[in-house]
């Protein structure tokens, strides 16, 4: 069969699935066109994401800009950290991602080695590139953003969004509102994000413009069982934790309920989103033997996040590609924005009863404050309400200076008060998905070569939910009005919202060779019977069987086929 990922992008080029952008001026590596199958394809996968996130686990959806201003990205971390391992080869000049040149040649996980530890291991290893060998060589941190300016006079700086996530950050207070102030709630975002990847050659894998489907999903801190986590509690998959990395053991397969029990998952919420993911991209047409959940390696894990576990997907050229990463990424976010914006970012908890507290109320004496301190006596007064006095007065912070206040220049009173609730900042569960690795390893599961009658047959086996063309429509001839009524039939298929195309060029044999290439499931072929009868074939891409249909059932017959309510075997059986 050849390289299935060249046999991929060449089908992919020539029947408008995917294209290099901009290919009259020579493209630029990292940039893809959706061709008119593609960009189908694109929504599609989309729609079955939002079913899932929006539909079923009630998630609303928003939609934030793309450039976000310096604030944003200082405050998440993203202008400090957001970086990956460059070198340059002194030989001919081209950069290079550091951690790939040293994965390339055997050396385990790479991509957790520190600088330093990445210049030792290059020394000795070939440039990729012109073969020379690195005798000494630099490593360096190179940021991923893209930097932009807002306005005229280049005055505000700001980036291309590296995630969709903090515009969902950024919006929590509102979203809190919305959501009538309750944890849990949850909300999605699915869009284009930018990393100026260092030297990007693996096609759709590692983009520089490419889209993410985001859920954020805001928990309180102590209350990490999933309310629905029975769903997915017996769900059982390959689980490649830790210690089976440490051990280069295969992967567990493991129920949700299992795996959190013995501690494997780090609580419910983090394995239902596991679960959900596993479901969903089976659905998309995921082969399952090629999906596994790889977890973080304490190294190589955000300092921040509690668990994390990615989807893994196998490619024949590319090996386990991540294409999921859910974690638990504790307060970090909202904490991060909450200590540089000023604003809130946390929920008022009511007890489930009120509570009775006695507590400590400092109360100034201005009359002694006054003297001592004179202008900054009201600042100092401030200061003292919030302070927790000592046997040896009381000590408050002032522009930076500590002072210690005797006790002479305040009273404290003991109170009594009934406190309803707590003020509490949520953790947030995220799945993060990469559209564009999915679709390629979709495409990639589903493409099929085999013989037909001495002919190779190349078959794109997409599951009918996804495929762009859901149904080709084929006069026999165009002629003797086969072609007008194939014409009315794709008509009243569009009307019934199918994606219905109307062929009639060539031999019926190259006709569902085209279609069966782009992937569509299903082909009407209107014959001379059916002028007679009213009376159509419609043939299975997969099994190239072929059934009699009347015309009056063919919308709804080939409805109830992409969605699974019936099978092409139930409808043999049935005929
Ligand atoms: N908010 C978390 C986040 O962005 P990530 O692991 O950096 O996490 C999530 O990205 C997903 O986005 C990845 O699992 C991958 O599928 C996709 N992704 C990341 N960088 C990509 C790139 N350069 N090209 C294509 N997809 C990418």
């Not at 390289?3 to 992008?9: A, L, P, Q, R, S």
């Not at 290893?125 to 005229?152: A, H, Y």
């Not at 302070?387 to 002479?408: C, K, N, Q, V």
Request: charged share 25%; proline share 5%; glycine share 6%.
């Amino acid at each position: 069969m050849g390289d299935i990922y060249d046999n991929i992008i060449e089908l992919a080029k020539r029947r408008g699935y995917i294209w290099p952008s901009a290919e009259c001026y020579g493209s630029v590596a990292g940039f893809i066109d959706y061709g008119p199958l593609g960009a189908m394809m694109k929504r599609k996968v989309e729609n079955i994401w939002r079913y899932f996130y929006v539909i079923k686990e009630g998630y609303y959806e928003i939609e934030c800009p793309t450039v976000g201003t310096e604030d944003i990205y200082l405050a998440s971390g993203h202008v400090k950290g957001f970086a990956d391992k460059m070198c340059q080869c002194p030989n001919c000049g081209e950069y290079l991602r550091a951690d790939h040149v040293a994965t390339a040649h055997g050396i385990e996980n790479a991509e957790i080695l520190s600088a330093e530890e990445l210049q030792e291991v290059l020394k000795g290893l070939p440039c990729p590139s012109c073969k020379e060998v690195f005798r000494d060589i630099s490593v360096f941190d190179f940021n991923l953003m893209f930097q932009t300016t807002i306005g005229p006079g280049s005055q505000r700086k700001g980036y291309l969004r590296p995630e969709t996530a903090q515009g969902i950050f950024t919006d929590f207070n509102r979203l809190l509102r919305f959501y009538r102030d309750k944890l849990p709630f949850g909300a999605v975002q699915i869009g284009k994000s930018y990393r100026n990847e260092i030297s990007p050659r693996q096609g759709m894998i590692r983009l520089r413009e490419f889209t993410q489907a985001e859920a954020e999903i805001f928990i309180h801190p102590e209350h990490k069982q999933h309310p629905r986590f029975a769903v997915y509690a017996d769900y059982t998959i390959p689980l490649w934790g830790i210690e089976q990395q440490e051990t280069h053991s295969e992967p567990l397969m493991s129920s949700m309920k299992d795996a959190v029990a013995k501690g494997l998952i780090a609580n419910e919420y983090v394995a239902y989103y596991i679960a959900l993911t596993h479901e969903l991209l089976v659905t998309l047409g995921v082969n399952p033997a090629k999906l596994r959940f790889r977890q973080h390696l304490p190294d190589e894990r955000a300092h921040y996040a509690v668990d994390c576990w990615d989807a893994e997907i196998f490619s024949e050229r590319f090996g386990w590609v991540e294409a999921v990463g859910i974690a638990d990424r504790t307060d970090y976010d909202l904490r991060a924005h909450a200590k540089a914006s000023g604003d809130s970012f946390s929920v008022f908890v009511p007890y489930d009863k009120p509570q009775t507290v006695t507590r400590k109320r400092v109360v100034p004496d201005m009359g002694a404050l006054g003297p001592k301190f004179r202008k900054q006596a009201k600042a100092v007064a401030d200061a003292l309400i919030a302070a927790e006095p000592g046997d040896d007065g009381a000590e408050i912070t002032i522009d930076g200076e500590t002072h210690i206040i005797p006790a002479e220049c305040y009273k404290v009173h003991e109170e009594t008060i009934e406190v309803r609730g707590e003020d509490v900042r949520p953790h947030v569960i995220e799945p993060s998905y990469g559209i564009d690795r999915i679709i390629y390893t979709i495409l990639e599961h589903a493409y099929e070569e085999d013989d037909v009658d001495g002919e190779v047959r190349k078959v794109l086996h997409l599951r009918p939910e996804v495929a762009p063309v859901q149904v080709a429509v084929f006069p026999l001839m165009a002629r003797d009005n086969l072609d007008d009524m194939a014409h009315e039939i794709t008509t009243s298929l569009q009307k019934a919202h199918i994606l219905a195309q109307y062929d009639d060029n060539g031999a019926i044999g190259r006709r569902y060779r085209r279609q069966d290439e782009i992937g569509t499931p299903f082909a009407v072929t209107i014959d001379y019977e059916s002028l007679e009868e009213q009376t159509v074939t419609l043939r299975d891409r997969d099994s190239m069987e072929q059934v009699r249909i009347p015309v009056t059932k063919l919308a709804g017959l080939i409805s109830d086929l992409i969605d699974g309510t019936t099978t092409f075997t139930d409808l043999n059986q049935n005929s």
